[in-house]
């Protein structure tokens, strides 16, 4: 018996998975992320989740031993284990502006987690939504990649020749902590503390701080022709687009795959802007790049766990297999 975590900002989710049990999943729960308490409340809110999970399916928890963790980072490595910096959840990254009711500047996770189930692999959640949309998604068969996906913040997983990109603290492909504007006058706070970055200007909760107002608002308003929406989200386009552009150009990649709950209720709008935006310089190097929605659909970051996990897991994918990025660049 197996375990795929999903550590959001918002929620965690927790599945148990059986390779040998029809559709593979035996059990499922999700609830709001802690956030106050010890900064092991999150592990601990884990631990408990997969025991009821395991309670709920019939099985004995103790028959868990092995666990897919995917987690927003940063990462900060103590003695070698993974413990999580990240600014949805790390209070005291930002300080109380950013409203978190903790005062944490990491929190553990791989270490509690592999003495109570054994092996554990921890990544972040744009490694590992890369991993699945490499595995059974729109980026099967590119040896050099990436996955971003926007949601409430910027996820972003690599991949050069074949190889997933991790770094030193395994926090490669943090591009949403990257600058991307020449001003920073009206960004919001990055709950990392940076004023100016990507996710302080685009990101989901970056949105509603900076206008008053949520990305689906906003996005649909411009989508009905108003002025004033269609001027501020022509300027998000921007800056993503310019990330977006910087990921090519510095890694020379062949595709990009677009996730994320902001970017998939709006992909229709925002797809053709964020490809004219890559496309419009430099086009010895941008020219043929493929930027597609996730081939898991909203489904990715629920998948990304499940593809951390080793030997066969069930594919996740639904029946209705969607197109290639390749079917679709012919069409």
Same mark, same amino acid.
């Given at each position: 018996m197996k375990a795929c975590v999903d550590i959001g900002g918002t929620r965690v989710a927790v599945g148990l998975v059986h390779e040998h049990v029809p559709g593979g999943l035996v059990a499922r729960r999700s609830e709001a992320t802690a956030t106050s308490g010890s900064p092991d409340a999150v592990v601990l809110q884990v631990m408990r989740m997969v025991e009821q999970a395991s309670a709920e399916a019939g099985v004995d928890a103790n028959e868990v031993n092995e666990l897919g963790v995917a987690a927003p980072g940063p990462f900060l490595l103590r003695e070698g284990l993974v413990e999580l910096t990240t600014p949805h959840i790390c209070g005291g990254l930002a300080g109380l502006s950013r409203g978190l009711p903790n005062g944490w500047l990491s929190a553990p996770s791989k270490a509690p987690l592999r003495r109570r189930f054994g092996r554990v692999r921890v990544e972040n959640v744009g490694v590992a939504a890369l991993e699945a949309e490499r595995r059974w998604g729109a980026l099967q068969g590119f040896a050099h990649c990436a996955h971003v996906s926007r949601g409430a913040g910027i996820g972003v997983g690599l991949c050069v020749d074949g190889r997933v990109l991790r770094g030193k603290n395994r926090n490669a492909a943090h591009a949403g902590h990257s600058f991307v504007t020449d001003s920073n006058a009206d960004a919001a706070l990055c709950g990392c503390g940076n004023v100016g970055d990507g996710e302080s200007l685009v990101a989901g909760d970056a949105i509603e701080r900076?206008?008053?107002?949520?990305?689906?608002?906003?996005?649909? !308003?411009?989508?009905?022709?108003?002025?004033?929406?269609?001027?501020?989200?022509?300027?998000?386009?921007?800056?993503?687009? &310019?990330?977006?552009?910087?990921?090519? @150009? @510095?890694?020379?990649?062949?595709?990009?795959?677009?996730?994320?709950?902001?970017?998939?209720?709006?992909?229709?709008?925002?797809?053709? &802007?964020? &490809?004219? !935006?890559?496309?419009?310089?430099?086009?010895?190097? @941008?020219?043929?790049?493929?930027?597609?929605?996730? #081939?898991? #659909?909203?489904?990715?970051?629920?998948?990304?766990?499940? !593809?951390?996990?080793?030997? @066969?897991?069930?594919?996740?994918?639904?029946?209705?297999?969607?197109?290639?990025? &390749? !079917?679709?660049l012919v069409a």
């Open positions: 900076r206008f008053g107002h949520s990305a689906s608002t906003l996005f649909m !308003a411009a989508a009905r022709g108003d002025a004033q929406a269609l001027r501020k989200a022509d300027g998000l386009c921007t800056v993503v687009g &310019r990330l977006l552009f910087n990921l090519v @150009t @510095t890694l020379d990649l062949q595709a990009i795959g677009l996730g994320g709950s902001v970017f998939w209720h709006h992909r229709q709008f925002l797809l053709p &802007r964020l &490809r004219a !935006a890559v496309e419009a310089c430099l086009p010895s190097m @941008t020219a043929g790049v493929l930027v597609v929605p996730a #081939g898991l #659909g909203d489904q990715v970051t629920g998948c990304a766990a499940l !593809a951390l996990l080793a030997g @066969t897991v069930p594919d996740p994918r639904p029946p209705q297999a969607m197109p290639s990025p &390749r !079917a679709e």
